[in-house]
């Protein structure tokens, strides 16, 4: 399917003090069923406000937004959310945490044996079977977010949506994390739409990054194919000359044509 | 090493406190004949508590009966505020018109002292235990919905946007959600609730008479027995510094 998510013309504004600010404007985006799509831009630019309105935490001021040529009238479980800051309940275990989302939506066509192995199922995918029972505060920031990422895809989503998923993580386990990442989308076939600052991590895990311009009135600027072909490996693609190419290619939109306002 | 510190945190320090109390108690009781010093009350005590449950009918019972009476009616004012004031909290915590409506009459009558509503209570109920059992109702209430409010008001915005990208029910939001994460606002509302409570029960109970540590603090002074004043003094004390141990830990077991 060509336009599994379509954006069009979409316009995001808020009334604020001073008057209307407008956030996003022109906003015009297809994604295929299957595509991995990062966003990537400057802080401010709109980015996370562009995936609450996928998620459909956000309606857009003008424009109409899409998913299986259904219109976003909302949240709802088609779309799988990912927070940055990880956001589970802290007084619920890792097991509880991602059983909440499933009971959600399979609890009217399964029974209970059924709910729990899809929880366990989840948790297996990202390999967290040995803290399952534990609570998350007793868990490091990495499985945290590990956690989301089970509890997002347990629902079994048309789309993953993420928000900066690995911004709060420390080098080493957001690499670890990307490569996992890598594994479970190739392995689910999930689409996926994330937001990012991070170069190399669009470069990465894209099919397309999309490019935004500074606010306010940010736009879509530019959108690159990433043809690099899968299954990816990091170390492999660190000499390759595409995939230097296709770096510098995102450097240059972000530092030189659309330098941050404040930076410029 | 760790029993020197044992010994100069919890236990050196405190005790240094209490013998230079007891050693200025000791000087006031020498210079004034009405007040009675430590040793003496220390006999009184040990006297009274050697008996501590007798009942020689409704004006002359044990100091045990006393103060189990008196923990009765904070108990029940108490339990019956937690029943509608904590309810009250979420819906003033979660609806805002309502919220705007109630918080200037609340913000009115919270700083009224609970003794005032006294009159009302015994005119209502035409009997002084329940008035006084009102007055800790009455007394409990505010800390209850504004804390409880308070806590709702707070609902971190990430745990109410995981509510709706799950889709959750209105029941699983409850539960799951609001519950858990304004109970500890809850018991701090509690812990409040239950200080006030316990210091207004004396002052309610001297004022309506019958068994209890309030009404016994009173006829004690009519029988000129400052001694058992004084005891009652510290064992009002010492059961409120439990009540409130023991809300401190409960509330420790709900903090995340």
């Known amino acids: 399917m060509k336009n599994y998510v379509q954006v069009e013309t979409v316009q995001m504004s808020f009334g604020t003090r001073k008057g209307v600010f407008v956030a996003l404007k022109d906003i015009n985006l297809s994604i295929a069923r299957g595509e991995f799509i990062t966003l990537i831009g400057h802080s401010g630019c709109g980015k996370s406000t562009l995936l609450n309105l996928v998620a459909g935490l956000l309606m857009p001021s003008d424009g109409i937004l899409l998913c299986a040529d259904r219109e976003i009238g909302g949240p709802g479980p088609d779309r799988g959310v990912v927070f940055q800051n990880h956001s589970l309940l802290p007084w619920l275990t890792c097991f509880e945490n991602v059983h909440l989302a499933v009971e959600r939506v399979f609890s009217a066509t399964e029974d209970k044996a059924q709910l729990n192995l899809r929880t366990h199922e989840a948790l297996e995918l990202v390999h967290l079977t040995h803290a399952e029972q534990k609570l998350p505060n007793e868990i490091s920031g990495g499985m945290k977010q590990r956690v989301g990422i089970a509890r997002a895809l347990a629902m079994q989503p048309r789309v993953l949506l993420m928000d900066e998923p690995f911004g709060a993580l420390d080098a080493l386990t957001r690499a670890q994390l990307q490569d996992e990442l890598l594994k479970i989308v190739a392995q689910t076939n999930s689409t996926v739409i994330m937001v990012t600052h991070d170069v190399d991590e669009a470069v990465l895990l894209s099919d397309r990054i999309v490019m935004m311009t500074n606010g306010p009135a940010a736009t879509i600027g530019e959108i690159l194919g990433v043809g690099l072909p899968r299954p990816r490996n990091r170390l492999e693609l660190a000499g390759d000359p595409e995939y230097m190419r296709l770096r510098s290619e995102v450097l240059r939109f972000l530092y030189e044509r659309h330098a941050h306002p404040e930076a410029a | ?256």
């Open chain 2, 1 to 256: 090493m760790k029993y020197r510190r044992f010994f100069g945190e919890h236990l050196f320090h405190p005790l240094i406190g209490a013998v230079l109390f007891l050693v200025v108690w000791m000087i006031l009781a020498q210079s004034s004949e009405a007040l009675p010093g430590p040793l003496k009350t220390w006999d009184s005590a040990v006297a009274l508590f050697s008996d501590p449950f007798y009942n020689h009918g409704p004006n002359d019972q044990g100091i045990g009966w006393n103060i189990l009476n008196s923990l009765g009616r904070v108990g029940v004012g108490f339990g019956l505020a937690a029943l509608i004031g904590i309810p009250l909290g979420f819906i003033v915590g979660r609806v805002e018109f309502i919220d705007k409506m109630t918080s200037p009459i609340i913000s009115m009558l919270r700083p009224v002292s609970p003794l005032a509503w006294l009159p009302i209570g015994l005119l209502v109920f035409k009997a002084a235990n329940p008035a006084a059992i009102w007055v800790i109702f009455i007394s409990s209430i505010w800390p209850m919905i504004i804390n409880t409010a308070m806590g709702v008001r707070q609902l971190p915005q990430d745990y109410l946007n995981v509510a709706r990208v799950l889709n959750l029910s209105e029941w699983k939001i409850f539960t799951k959600i609001l519950f858990p994460a304004t109970l500890p606002y809850m018991l701090t509302g509690i812990r409040l609730a239950i200080g006030t409570a316990w210091l207004v029960i004396v002052a309610a109970e001297m004022l309506t008479g019958g068994v209890g540590i309030g009404f016994w603090v009173w006829d004690e002074w009519n029988n000129l027995n400052v001694e058992h004043i004084i005891i009652a003094i510290f064992v009002v004390g010492i059961v409120g510094l439990l009540l409130e141990m023991l809300l401190v830990k409960l509330a420790k077991r709900f903090s995340y």
